[in-house]
């Protein structure tokens, strides 16, 4: 089936570096990504939608010069974090819409833990 | 390794019928369950939650029972709405060391028709 794979799973920064995950449709093309961040016992927060070729569309309150978001071809879209901070912490998640004719399959990646330090 | 299969889409119901969503999964460990909503152009809700055997979670009307011995999480409801046209995810959480990985099923999307 669709495979989905985010790297790192995870990763331990300092504060006031960035880090890069990046979220690859491994055998579908996907016009369409989506992030997400998961804080703890919560459900999962959409903070944007990446669209290859063109700008990202952030959610309210979500940073789009903190969040990079990049999906320069089909099968790539990378999240960049930019001047990470600890309350940055948290399980980030990235989902690909495979480009079909019809249907709605949407395939997750397995996330990414990212603490700050 | 841990996996999610939800019953393939589109679920297209008229209002007022019973819907049953499939889920089985496999887990190396003890997993919670999960079952998640995107509405049209929404980011994921948690609707339900179960974390033990024969724990039922349910929300909005929708109910599922987590089997361990059939290992399933079907989510069903006795009567759609229109307004509940939308994609649903069943999910696992197997919790490692530091923190655990959600594992999403496909997605299912239903549709109601009035």
């Known amino acids: 089936g669709a495979v989905v794979s985010q790297h790192p799973s995870r990763v331990i920064c300092k504060s006031g570096t960035s880090v890069k995950i990046e979220c690859r449709s491994l055998d579908f093309q996907a016009t369409t990504m989506f992030w997400y961040r998961q804080f703890p016992k919560q459900s999962l927060m959409l903070m944007a939608t990446?669209?290859?070729?063109?700008?990202?569309?952030?959610e309210q309150g979500v940073e789009k010069d903190k969040f990079l978001i990049n999906h320069a071809s089909l099968t790539l879209s990378t999240l960049t974090v930019t001047s990470a901070h600890p309350e940055d912490s948290s399980f980030y998640i990235c989902?690909?819409?495979?480009?079909?004719?019809?249907?709605?399959?949407?395939?997750f990646g397995e996330g990414s833990w990212l603490t700050v330090v | 390794g841990d996996s999610v299969t939800q019953m393939e889409g589109p679920v297209t119901l008229s209002e007022e019928a019973f819907l049953t969503i499939n889920c089985t999964y496999t887990?190396?460990?003890?997993?919670?369950l999960f079952w998640y909503v995107q509405y049209p152009g929404e980011g994921l809700q948690l609707l339900l939650k179960?974390?033990?055997?024969?724990d039922k979670g349910s929300n909005k009307g929708f109910e599922a029972t987590y089997r361990k011995e059939t290992t399933s999480f079907h989510l069903e409801k006795g009567s759609v709405q229109v307004s509940d046209s939308a994609v649903y995810f069943c999910a696992l959480r197997v919790i490692y060391n530091q923190g655990g990985k959600l594992i999403f099923g496909q997605g299912t999307e239903l549709s109601v028709k009035p």
């Open positions: 989902s690909a819409r495979e480009n079909r004719g019809s249907g709605n399959t949407i395939y």
């Open positions: 990446s669209n290859e070729g063109s700008k990202a569309t952030y």
């Open positions: 887990a190396t460990g003890y997993p919670s």
């Open positions: 179960a974390t033990k055997a024969d």
